[in-house]
């Protein structure tokens, strides 16, 4: 049985209001209402509106006896790229130069491959950081096992062992890597 937006407002025990599947996401009439658009992308109304506000989305149709906001499938899917370009941590400006280069073609291809390249090389930053960190957290739970089990020996043996881990951390990141080397090199010029 297909749920519709009418049946949104009809009490239900089995999901949450704000269940995307509560809604109808078949287009009316070849567009999508905001709410539509909002459970199909998981991009909220406020951000929706702020992309189209500056510019980054481009202003989409209205319709005319309500003034609502109809979105084609076109723009469904630049909310989604949008979507999916911000959780790779992409800032406003690099999301509106990427998208602008999408309508280029092949010619921008090398400007495109840049600006993902570079976002490449950030995302692996943050899955490095989140790594360390999710060894942090097996450290503290190893840990505190250990201590909890009253084996205080293994617990400071941890202890140690992760001192020694974040001393030659330490040294790693204040002694220079060869591409600051390099660099100081031809400063230097």
């Given at each position: ?39 199909l992308t998981g991009v909220g109304e406020h951000a929706i509106r702020f992309y189209e506000r500056t510019g980054v989305l ?23 790229t949008l979507a999916c370009l911000r959780a790779m941590g992409m800032s406003l400006a690099e999301m509106r130069e990427y ?82 080397i390099e660099t100081d090199e031809t400063e230097q010029e």
């Open positions: 049985m297909s749920m519709t937006l009418a049946d949104v407002d009809a009490p239900s025990d089995a999901r949450p209001r704000n269940d995307p599947s509560l809604v109808d996401a078949t287009p009316h009439d070849g567009e999508f209402t905001m709410r539509q658009v909002v459970a481009a202003r989409v149709r209205r319709q005319r006896s309500s003034g609502h906001r109809r979105y084609t499938v076109s723009d469904v899917s630049t909310i989604h998208l602008d280069l999408t309508t280029q073609g092949a010619e921008a291809a090398p400007q495109a491959l840049e600006i993902l390249a570079a976002q490449r090389v950030a995302l692996a930053e943050q899955m490095r950081a989140l790594q360390e960190r999710a060894a942090y957290l097996d450290y503290k739970v190893a840990y505190w096992t250990a201590l909890g089990a009253g084996d205080a020996q293994t617990a400071q043996a941890l202890g140690r062992a992760f001192a020694s881990r974040v001393r030659a951390s330490a040294t790693r990141q204040s002694s220079p890597s060869p591409a600051t």
